[in-house]
């Protein structure tokens, strides 16, 4: 009896074996024996900057799983001494060969989560969406190991099933891609396991492939996030240098799985400080708000859920939560995200015609509701709304609706419509006096509504790609927690490109040519903007790209002022042969006109740019950056204003998750510059240890000498338990 009840066990432990195949071992190194029982596919097909030719380089897939992880190994076949690999930070390594899987749990073409690494295992993760955006600041905790060969390098993922959202059953089918970027005589070549359909827009929605998953075990997580933040700062003053009280904090994030489709995230006191600061940007003769992209962690989740045509939803807009939870649910046929939060801080953008007004708000209430029904090919319907109520008065509310619908596999339509109804605070924030309408900028506890409206149609074929869309924002029509910085506008912009694909063993890679117009009037029916634009894009050899534009500006309007016949040429030049190396040049030169609203003109405008990186060793890099920009009076070529700004990076890579970063940067328009140094760990997407402080100078009695302006010193220690 005892025999027989070993047999039963061992003939039912090699089927299971047999149905989710052998596991092979995880040491970076892809085995065809030990990953003999997994599905096998072949990487073969380059769509970049070809269109579906052979790859230049072969790649062997293997795709198997556990009861709690898939395992994904690829074996990369290339020119070992042209393989470009050096030791990054994670996410970094985009610019080197590497490898990817892309992973569509609901098979809709909704999103995919993807992820791989480059040849020295630094590991690359983002989402690809159904709309064609790339989120890198996407991250998913998974491992990777991999190894180099004579004539290949290896790469094995091990993806924990937790990770991913999806509908668990007995049985599902999944679709996945897998993404190869290798390079071939100094040239970069973008490979799929499919030959692409260019006039789908949809790449998600193409995949033939997928991979069927039987019997998991996907392990709800519970993970705990604390934080202990210091800090000393110290300013110049009348007296001399001083240095204040030691200051610092400490917090609690967290996630929890509710089940396999839903997480709820919370944040307690979280510091919401960036590692990597925000670059400064030249705002000379601007007069509206400036956009910074979203880096926090607590914020990595959902952004393909909430990100819409108008700007409805700017997460950076939610400054400093003493409290925030955040509900996120992805459905078979529908999702949701749910976001609250109590901000001690709260930032107030208003938008105008012509400008945009900001200031640093006081406490507030804020929520994000947002649901969406998902349909095959991408399409889905949805609602939006935001709150945001202040605790000592005033509120600002937008509901909405959109939809995006693909037909006829080569037409994307999509729409948007927004209405916002806003009681203003009676507080001092916005210090401007200025008019919208019959209304004032004051916060004097006004009341407004407005509207907003996207409509557009596109068509995408292998060699057309053409776009219709229609925006307009009322004249108090304002987004709480969005980025609108403009309003009392009807755009209607139309554009027509031709694409074209060169031989293999042409000079010539990939050509793209381009036409548009955009025209804008406000709601007192004066035309405000008209322009023609063209471009030319060329891809070349040794990875020279190139693109030259030109721009005529019929009129343009701003504060009574009218301009015409202001013409602007751009040329864009980048040359990256080898990995040692990657130069990049942007130059515009025309007309434009000076913003100044006492005294507007049409000027003779110039920028030039270069952005550089020297990869010195595998292990440390320098990137100098140069943005210089001017405006000319066009009769007596006095200047209206001048500067540039200078920045330069070095980095020193310990390993794939310890690293030094130096940064500099000198700021000739507000004449001063800065020192940072930074020491990082950083093991995992979440977990975080740095060091590091920042020294300020400026101009001294308007004259050569500098002098230490301010001064800070910190350090964050941020770690993830897994429960």
């Not at 040239?187 to 929605?205: H, K």
Request: net charge negative; charged share 20%.
């Amino acid at each position: 009896m005892r025999s027989t009840l070993q047999t039963i066990l061992t003939l039912f432990s090699f089927l299971l074996t047999a149905q989710q195949g052998i596991l092979p071992t995880f040491d970076g190194v892809v085995s065809a024996q030990e990953w003999k029982g997994a599905e096998n596919f072949s990487i073969k097909y380059e769509i970049d900057p070809g269109n579906n030719i052979p790859s230049p380089h072969l790649t062997d897939v293997f795709v198997t799983y556990s009861k709690t992880d898939l395992y994904v190994g690829f074996i990369a076949y290339a020119d070992m001494e042209n393989l470009r690999s050096s030791i990054r930070n994670r996410d970094e390594g985009f610019q080197d060969d590497n490898v990817l899987i892309g992973i569509d749990t609901y098979g809709d073409g909704r999103f995919m989560v993807s992820a791989g690494a480059n040849p020295e295992g630094n590991q690359l993760d983002l989402k690809l969406s159904s709309t064609g955006n790339d989120d890198i600041s996407y991250n998913i905790n998974f491992e990777s190991k991999t190894s180099k060969h004579k004539d290949s390098y290896h790469v094995e993922l091990k993806i924990p099933f937790s990770v991913l959202q999806f509908k668990n059953a007995p049985e599902m089918n999944w679709k996945i891609l897998l993404f190869r970027s290798t390079y071939t005589d100094s040239n970069r070549s973008g490979n799929l396991n499919f030959p692409i359909d260019l006039n789908n827009s949809c790449l998600p929605c193409q995949t033939p492939t997928s991979i069927t998953i039987k019997n998991i075990e996907s392990k709800n997580r519970v993970s705990l996030l604390p934080y202990v933040y210091g800090g000393l700062s110290g300013e110049e003053d009348t007296s001399g240098f001083a240095y204040g009280k030691p200051q610092g904090s400490f917090g609690l994030s967290g996630l929890f799985d509710l089940n396999n489709t839903t997480s709820l995230e919370y944040a307690i006191n979280p510091d919401f400080s960036q590692v990597e600061a925000d670059v400064s940007q030249i705002t000379a003769n601007n007069t509206f708000a400036i956009f910074f992209e979203e880096r926090r962690p607590y914020f990595n989740e959902g952004n393909d859920i909430i990100e819409t045509e108008l700007n409805t939803v700017y997460t950076r807009a939610v400054n400093k939560p003493l409290l925030s939870t955040k509900i996120i649910s992805q459905g078979e046929n529908q999702r949701f995200y749910w976001l609250t939060a109590f901000d001690e801080a709260s930032p107030y953008l208003i938008a105008g015609e012509n400008r945009s007004y900001f200031g640093e708000g006081k406490a507030a209430f804020s929520n994000i509701f947002r649901y969406q029904r998902n349909y095959d090919q991408g399409s889905n319907i949805g609602f939006l709304t935001t709150n945001r109520v202040f605790r000592d008065g005033g509120y600002g509310h937008t509901i909405g609706v959109d939809g995006l619908l693909r037909f006829k596999k080569s037409y994307t339509a999509s729409f948007e419509y927004n209405r916002s109804i806003i009681l203003e605070p009676k507080a001092d924030w916005i210090e401007e006096n200025d008019r919208i309408g019959t209304l004032s900028t004051k916060l004097d506890g006004e009341k407004l509504n407005g509207d907003a409206l996207s409509i557009s149609l596109n068509r995408n074929t292998k060699n057309w790609n053409s776009e219709v869309e229609y925006k307009h924002y009322s004249p108090h029509y304002q987004t709480p927690l969005g980025f609108v910085t403009q309003n009392s506008i009807k755009t209607l912009s139309a554009s027509q490109d031709y694409q074209h694909f060169f031989d293999k063993e042409d000079y010539f890679k990939q050509l793209n040519i381009g036409v548009g117009s955009e025209l804008i009037y406000n709601y007192n029916s004066l035309r405000k903007f008209l322009n023609f634009d063209a471009y030319t894009f060329v891809q070349m050899k040794h990875n020279i790209r190139s693109e030259i534009s030109f721009s005529h500006v019929v009129n343009e309007e701003y504060e009574g002022f009218i301009a015409e016949g202001m013409n602007t040429f751009e040329l864009f030049l980048g040359y990256n042969p080898t990995e040692a190396f990657r130069l990049g040049m942007f130059t515009s030169i025309g007309e434009s006109i000076r913003y100044d609203e006492e005294n507007p003109a049409v000027g003779n405008n110039f920028f030039i740019g270069t952005f550089n990186s020297f990869q010195i060793t595998p292990k440390v890099r320098l990137s100098p950056t140069l943005r210089y920009s001017q405006l000319k009076n066009k009769i007596d070529n006095t200047l209206y204003f001048s500067g540039f700004i200078a920045r330069s990076e070095f980095n020193f890579q310990f390993n794939n998750a310890f690293s030094f970063r130096l940064v500099g940067e000198f700021n000739d328009f507000d004449k001063k510059f800065f020192f940072q140094p930074l020491l990082k760990w950083n093991p995992n997407p979440f977990t975080i240890f740095y060091i590091g402080g920042t020294n300020g100078y400026s101009q001294i009695n308007s004259n050569n000498r500098y002098g230490v302006e301010n001064s800070q010193l910190y350090f964050k220690f941020q770690y993830q338990f897994d429960l």
